[in-house]
Structure formats: structure tokens, C-alpha cells
T-cell receptor, first 112, second 114 residues
């Protein structure tokens, strides 16, 4: 079916390590992808997005990589901090006027 | 700039009742989308409104409805509540006028059905 999934439901890292959260998508027609962070009791918070005409995009301590050949999306967090502990969702959008489709989320736990 | 505001934050209802949730988007945003979030199903799209018109609709029964006002504020209504409607209902806004614009979420309304 048309869904966005994540490879691992949980990821545990040490403070200061780099984290990589992966996501596989099934619809090759998707042209826009977003990563969100959701902390307990809050709504998803926008982290970074990327369009299908790009392979990589960098933000502050975060990088999103898009591999259209294998339909894979990843979020890299540099120097992970305890405040990065949250559930991370990837989402895809197929075309104009369609809805965002969310994956099921990866829970990132950062220990100090 | 103020973020997306959802009211109320928490709501308790009983089966068979109806409920109305409210969402005020970020100033200047004309698109408002609603999502249902549950532990089992994750984030599922309900519908999107843009300039007072429903632009997109997810796969939910007709008991779920919404509307958008001229100031872009939106409400969603759920009638004949069922136990399975217990969830976090999230609203997200975006400019909506061109592609590639991220949606920004509110903190949701936690609806519990007894």
C-alpha cells in the first residue's frame, strides 16, 4: 500500500553521538518529504523538509538525505543531546492538493 | 508569531455525544488540516480546508466533519461518539498556496470517550 514506514521503532544513543533515523517510502510519485519531532504532550514540531529534486539538505545539527533510487529517507542528528529525546516521524506528500502521509515513528532515547 | 492554537486541550465525553474542537492557525496561513493520532494507527489524515473549502478528505466516516471560517479558524465536529474515537486530535496549518510548504502543528486536543 501507499505508506511511509520507519525501519526501527526505537533508537538509543549516548549524548554526543550522532543519530541516524531511517524511513522507507513506497510511493515513487512522492515529491515532498518532512521530518517532525514530537515530545510527550506536544504536537509534532517541524524539523526539516526536502523536495524530490534534492538529495541532501542541512539544517542546524540536522541533515536529511533522500535516496530516490531505493525510496529511502534519513534524518541525521549531530552531537545528539538529551533534549533530542522524542518520537520522530517522517511524512511524504505525493502531489499538489494531497495529504501528508505519516510513518509510524521512531522513539529516540538519549542517555547522558 | 503565535503558533497553532487548539482548544480545548482536554475533553471527556460519553458515547453517543457529539464534540466540537477548535483550531486557530498561524496568522496568514489559509490551509488547516486535521489529524487523528492513536497509539495503534499513528497519525491519520482527516481533512484539509483552504479558504473555507474542503480541499482534501481522508478515509473517516461521515460522523467526522469540519468547517473553516473566513478568518481561517477551523472547527471539527464528531457526532455520535464511539469509544474508538478516543485519540489526540491535531490541527496543522500552512500557507497552502503553493507546494513544498511545511505544516505546523498545534499541541492537540486529547479526547477521551467513556
Amino acid at each position: 500500500g501507499e505508506s511511509v514506514g520507519l525501519h526501527l521503532p526505537t533508537l538509543s544513543v549516548q549524548e554526543g553521538d550522532n543519530s541516524i533515523i531511517n524511513c522507507a517510502y513506497s510511493n515513487s510519485a512522492s515529491d515532498y518529504f518532512i521530518w517532525y519531532k514530537q515530545e510527550s504532550g506536544k504536537g509534532p514540531q517541524f524539523i526539516i523538509d526536502i523536495r524530490s529534486n534534492m538529495d541532501k539538505r542541512q539544517g542546524q545539527r540536522v541533515t536529511v538525505l533522500l535516496n530516490k533510487t531505493v525510496k529511502h529517507l534519513s534524518l541525521q542528528i549531530a552531537a545528539t543531546q538529551p533534549g533530542d529525546s522524542a518520537v520522530y516521524f517522517c511524512a511524504e506528500k505525493k502531489q499538489a492538493g494531497t495529504a501528508l502521509i505519516f510513518g509510524k515513528g521512531t522513539t529516540l532515547s538519549v542517555s547522558s | 508569531k503565535a503558533g497553532v492554537t487548539q482548544t480545548p486541550r482536554y475533553l471527556i465525553k460519553t458515547r453517543g455525544q457529539q464534540v466540537t474542537l477548535s483550531c486557530s492557525p498561524i496568522s496568514g496561513h489559509r490551509s488547516v488540516s486535521w489529524y487523528q493520532q492513536t497509539p495503534g494507527q499513528g497519525l491519520q489524515f482527516l481533512f484539509e480546508y483552504f479558504s473555507e473549502t474542503q480541499r482534501n478528505k481522508g478515509n473517516f466516516p461521515g460522523r467526522f466533519s469540519g468547517r473553516q471560517f473566513s478568518n481561517s479558524r477551523s472547527e471539527m465536529n464528531v457526532s455520535t461518539l464511539e469509544l474508538g474515537d478516543s485519540a489526540l486530535y491535531l490541527c496543522a496549518s500552512s500557507s497552502g498556496d503553493r507546494e513544498g510548504q511545511p505544516q505546523h502543528f498545534g499541541d492537540g486536543t486529547r479526547l477521551s470517550i467513556l
